[in-house]
């Protein structure tokens, strides 16, 4: 395969992994390490290196579009990148020991993880918010958005230290596998921290930029960032992610979902399959 | 930075000031990686260009050059028109622009005299920095 092909190829491969990334909510990071590793045969740690930068530049991309809407919390966010950042640096360290198949049998995890997850999203809604938390006001964690009459509903936040040490969890996942682990972010926020969906997803869209950024810095201090890689993965990654955004609304996203879900599913396995019967 | 105090009756407690913040902190994200792609699409063009024609081979790890990996020799690779230097150049503005925002964050909580956010955002701040700025 000549460089013109190779790279025509991968700059495709990226951008349909960035539409449909954003059409499903999963993101694209979580397809695009699989993409290179099992279509193109790069290394997992270049995999990881350049998706790694293509992940904060979704985040980056969507942020405009995100702040418009106007449910993110820059308070929440804040709070939890002390957690996500120190885990991001972790995950980075973490990855120079841990050996190059159990990499991929982890990534595998997490994909299955990941599809889990957005099974159960359809059939089950977020639960109501209870009860008075102390500290969600001392931290000034509390807040309000938008609500559907036009009318500021307020929230609190539950459960700090759980959400945090989530986080932190989820921080470390990014430094060791270039994901945004938008997944295990919604989960903190959501399910343990009780905070409003919308709020959730799209604070996790800020946190997702920061956290990689923090570990970003340890993999090209490495030379884990190859240039001729990096160029067609990001802008297509970026340019799929956009169109996918702007698409959202039209788009028969149930359809989509559950076909995606199985793509993930099926990768997941495929890493794991791949991991064992090349480590033993 | 202008305090509109009163005109947003939905925030309360002193936050008056964050939905303006965030929406600065938005524009921010955006001209960075709008900057960021424009470098790493001039970048690719003339890596394709000096690199016609060669195999691409990433199935076996062997680290990029030094000269790639660091602050000093990207500068000096731009200077003499090497087309990775200017894709790292791209990566590096790339990982500044989430920082960038940190450090915005952290101006805007000190125009608001929140002490507990300006500890927190120089918290992350300074995670932040070591993993850009730490010595191999």
């Given at each position: 395969m000549t460089l013109s092909i190779f790279t025509g190829l991968l700059f495709f491969g990226s951008l349909t992994a960035g539409l449909l990334g954003a059409l499903t909510g999963l993101g694209g990071g979580v397809v695009l390490v699989p993409l290179l590793t099992v279509f193109?045969?790069?290394?997992i740690r270049y995999a990881i290196g350049v998706s790694l930068i293509s992940v904060i530049a979704t985040s980056s991309g969507a942020a405009a579009a995100y702040v418009r809407?106007?449910?993110?919390s820059v308070r929440i966010g804040m709070f939890l990148e002390v957690a996500t950042t120190l885990g991001a640096i972790l995950g980075a360290y973490l990855a120079t020991v841990v050996h190059t198949q159990a990499l991929a049998i982890i990534f595998g995890l997490v994909l299955i993880y990941s599809a889990v997850v957005s099974w159960q999203q359809k059939k089950d809604p977020a639960p109501e918010p209870q009860g008075h938390s102390r500290w969600s006001d001392k931290l000034e964690l509390s807040g309000s958005y938008p609500g559907r009459d036009g009318k500021p509903c307020k929230y609190e936040v539950e459960n700090i230290p759980g959400g945090f040490g989530l986080m932190f969890v989820a921080g470390t996942l990014s430094g060791l596998l270039?994901?945004?682990s938008g997944a295990v972010k919604v989960l903190a926020m959501?399910?343990?921290?009780?905070?409003p969906f919308k709020v959730s997803t799209t604070t996790s869209n800020f946190m997702i930029g920061v956290t990689a950024a923090a570990s970003a810095g340890i993999y090209l201090h490495r030379g884990l960032v190859a240039p001729g890689l990096a160029f067609p993965v990001m802008l297509g990654v970026l340019s799929g992610s956009l169109m996918g955004a702007r698409y959202l609304v039209r788009a028969r996203t149930a359809v989509l979902r559950s076909v995606f879900t199985l793509v993930v599913l099926a990768l997941g396995v495929e890493m794991i399959v791949n991991g064992v019967t090349k480590w033993f | 930075m202008v305090l509109e105090k009163g005109t947003n009756p939905e925030t309360e407690h002193g936050h008056f000031d964050d939905r303006r913040m965030e929406t600065i902190m938005g524009r921010l994200l955006q001209v960075g990686v709008l900057l960021a792609s424009f470098v790493m699409l001039i970048g690719g063009v003339l890596y394709m260009r000096a690199h016609h024609g060669e195999m691409p081979n990433y199935r076996v790890f062997s680290s990029e050059?030094?000269?790639?990996?660091h602050f000093g020799g990207i500068a000096a690779g731009i200077k003499v028109g090497d087309p990775a230097a200017m894709i790292q150049l791209a990566v590096l503005l790339l990982i500044a622009t989430p920082v960038a925002r940190v450090v915005f964050a952290l101006i805007a909580f000190l125009l608001e005299r929140d002490k507990l956010f300006v500890a927190i955002s120089s918290i992350v701040l300074a995670v932040l920095l070591y993993g850009f700025l730490r010595p191999q």
């Open positions: 193109f045969h790069v290394d809407e106007g449910f993110s270039g994901i945004g959501d399910r343990v921290m009780k905070v | 050059p030094l000269r790639l990996r």
